[in-house]
Nanobody, 131 residues
């Protein structure tokens, strides 16, 4: 069974930091593009960040540029989202997601796929930014 398991969410004060992890189970990440999405109450799920197979291409939503950093360690089967200078509007459930490219690919992160195009979803981790 292919699974992604997120961890690292929690309650943090404005201006604080959190590091989310996304661990793959049942498969290797080597040929998967990794995305982070988030969904706040009453809002649609939105793409936050993307990282290509080898990490050479990344993309960030305008709302998180300069504050969030995505990375991956394929040997460990884990991706990360470092979130700094958190704001109350970052409060949401954060999901990692993986899209299988089937092999080596010079993928360029430029847009976020429809949920039907994602092969594996994590269950999500809650991030709450509040004083």
């Amino acid at each position: 069974q292919l699974q992604l398991v997120e961890s690292g969410g929690g309650l943090v004060q404005p201006g604080g930091s959190l590091r989310l992890s996304c661990a793959a189970s049942g498969f290797t990440l080597d040929y998967y593009v990794i995305f982070w999405f988030r969904q706040a109450p009453g809002k649609e799920r939105e793409g936050v960040s993307c990282i290509s197979l080898g990490g050479g291409s990344t993309n960030y939503a305008d709302s998180v540029k300069g504050r969030f950093t995505i990375s991956r360690d394929n040997a460990k089967g884990t991706a990360y989202l470092q979130m700094n200078s958190l704001k109350p509007e970052d409060t949401a459930v954060y999901y990692c997601a993986a899209q299988n490219l089937g092999g080596p690919h010079n993928y360029y992160c430029s847009q976020y796929p429809h949920r039907d195009e994602i092969d594996v979803w994590g269950e999500g981790t809650q991030v709450t930014v509040s004083s």
